[in-house]
């Protein structure tokens, strides 16, 4: 079982719906949680983190987590093209002081 | 601008080579890392160092050494390049460690070809 799991997608949209991008993980003594959005060709870019259970929303961004299921997701709303990418999860342990990613969900928003 | 550099931005060298590639940050964060992006394998960590003075291995550190003589510079080579080592190479800092509420930031990555 890998440590940080994503369907690799293709994630397929219509412009301005919501894309609901999933992601479980494997220690349940993971304690931070983030989101990365990166683009081709281009580096990993920070969009959320979140760190205890419920719902922690940034505009258009709104992460879940549920610690009991191991268990977080990204909802993005109102969809853009501009949205198109892949998104990295990524879980840490202050345990090991490491972040371990999954292989990302690639999302694409078709106008 | 804050942030974090790395050189070069490409480079294609030829098997046995040796070889060295650069970060510098400006954060002053403590911990740095290296990871390599594969197509299908994600990113994966092949050193790190939790400050200046230490370093640590990480997933797949085969091939690769680091040294972390102060905050800001943290260089990896590859000693004698082989052609699995071609992959995209991300440098990253967090201003503790990354387990915990630091947020780890990314450099823009150096694309390296292994003939």
């Known amino acids: 079982q890998k440590e940080v799991e994503q369907n690799s997608g293709p994630l397929s949209v219509p412009e301005g719906a919501i894309a609901s991008l999933n992601c479980t993980y494997s220690d349940r003594g993971s304690q931070s949680f983030f989101w990365y959005r990166q683009y081709s060709g281009k580096s990993p870019e920070l969009i959320m983190s979140i760190y205890s259970n419920g719902d922690k929303e940034d505009g258009r961004f709104t992460a879940q987590l549920n610690k009991a299921s191991q268990y977080v997701s990204l909802l993005i709303r109102d969809s853009q093209p501009s949205d198109s990418a892949t998104y990295l999860c990524?879980?840490?342990?202050?345990?090991?002081?490491?972040?371990?990613f999954g292989q990302g969900t690639t999302l694409q928003v078709k106008p | 601008i804050a942030g974090i550099t790395q050189a070069p931005t490409s480079q294609i060298l030829a098997a046995g080579r040796r070889m060295t590639l650069r970060c510098t940050q400006d954060?002053?964060?403590?911990?740095m890392y290296w990871y390599r992006q594969d197509l299908g394998l994600g990113l994966r960590l092949i050193h790190y160092?939790?400050?200046?003075?230490?370093?640590g291995k990480g997933e797949v550190p085969d091939g690769y050494s680091v040294s972390r003589a102060n905050t800001d510079d943290f260089p990896l080579t590859l000693a004698s390049a082989v052609p699995s080592q071609t992959s995209v190479y991300f440098c990253?800092?967090?201003?503790?460690?990354?387990?915990?509420?630091?947020?780890?930031?990314f450099g823009p990555g150096t694309r390296l070809t292994v003939l």
């Open positions: 954060m002053r964060h403590n911990a």
């Open positions: 160092s939790n400050t200046a003075g230490t370093t």
């Open positions: 990524a879980v840490g342990s202050s345990n090991t002081g490491k972040l371990i």
């Open positions: 990253a800092s967090s201003a503790g460690l990354a387990g915990g509420l630091n947020t780890q930031y």
